[in-house]
């Protein structure tokens, strides 16, 4: 990746945060700390890695991904608008009864969303089905979903792994996002999913870890997941809750929290200085 690159991807990145928080905060509800971790994520696939038009978000070719940790739709909606799927000033808002931008991504009302999501575990299943009709339609289209550390203590979570190898869909990439914290604490307290990687290899799938916060890492990942053959493709990405944000990072309790008025100032003034950080490299 080209230094031009990574600072546009970074810089993107700033702003889908910033958005992450003009949402929940207009709003005044939502799921920021998610949001913030998985960031980097949204940013790389919708900069760089996904086969996607914003002017036709139905294209039948396209590839497809399914937020499967649907409460995390902040995150998922300014990658959207940083993509040109709808305008940027739509996020404030979030969750408002007559706007668009449900608190979970629906497939009905949202431009770019694949999938509607909502309860935990089921996401993922979706997007296997989706990878098997691609197999069986003869397109080329990839499919990706992202998972939570806390969502894959769900049982159907492995029935859809288990799925997924059995068909050998390598066109489906299952992106989880270990940040380590759910909405009751700390994953490896309420049910630890350790080692989880030595857990997708159990269920057939080729496994890369990665810094979730890292576009180089990214890139190299999702090579390898294209070049993968036969299997389906699991990464892992560390990353940290609340990414971005100072007093959010690491916190569970800004897992379904949003930030009052004073707390979206420092927030924004924290993004702003990032952002300018990063223009001036």
Same mark, same amino acid.
């Given at each position: ?24 905060? &207009? ?5 920021? &700390? ?18 996607? $038009? ?35 000033? =739509? ?12 608190? #979970? ?8 969303? $694949? ?20 197999? #069986? ?38 992106? !989880? ?10 994953? $490896? ?8 990687? =030595? ?13 979730? #916060?890292?576009?180089?890492?990214? %890139? ?9 053959? &036969? ?17 959010? %990072?690491?916190?569970? &309790?800004? #897992?379904?929290?949003?930030?009052? $008025?004073?707390?979206? %100032? !420092?927030?924004?003034? %924290? ?11």
């Amino acid at each position: 990746m080209t230094a031009s690159e990574k600072k546009q991807l970074s810089a993107a990145a700033c702003r889908v945060r910033m958005g992450v928080i003009e949402g929940t905060h &207009g709003a005044k509800a939502g799921h920021p &700390g998610g949001s913030l971790s998985a960031a980097d994520l949204f940013t790389y696939l919708y900069l760089k890695e996904l086969n996607v $038009d914003p002017k036709n978000p139905k294209w039948a070719d396209r590839d497809r991904f399914v937020l499967s940790k649907g409460h995390t739709a902040p995150g998922l909606y300014a990658a959207l608008a940083e993509r040109g799927f709808f305008p940027a000033a =739509d996020l404030p808002t979030l969750r408002h009864i007559d706007s668009y931008l449900q608190g #979970h991504p629906n497939m009905n009302t949202v431009p770019g969303v $694949d999938m509607s999501t909502g309860s935990l575990g089921q996401g993922i299943s979706a997007a296997a089905g989706m990878a098997l009709a691609a197999k #069986h339609q003869g397109k080329n289209c990839r499919v990706y979903t992202l998972l939570g550390d806390g969502e894959i203590q769900e049982g159907q979570v492995w029935e859809a792994m288990m799925f997924a190898h059995h068909y050998k869909l390598d066109n489906l990439c299952v992106i !989880i996002d270990n940040n380590g914290l759910q909405i009751d604490g700390p994953v $490896d307290q309420v049910m630890s999913p350790y080692p989880i990687p =030595d857990k997708l290899r159990a269920f057939g799938f080729e496994v890369a870890e990665i810094d979730g #916060h890292s576009f180089d890492q990214m %890139e190299s990942a999702f090579a390898k997941a294209r070049q993968t053959k &036969g299997v389906p493709t699991a990464i892992v990405m560390k990353t940290t809750k609340g990414k971005g944000v100072s007093y959010m %990072e690491n916190q569970a &309790g800004w #897992h379904g929290k949003a930030p009052n $008025d004073e707390e979206y %100032e !420092i927030a924004m003034d %924290e993004l702003r200085a990032q952002l300018a950080e990063v223009e001036a490299m």
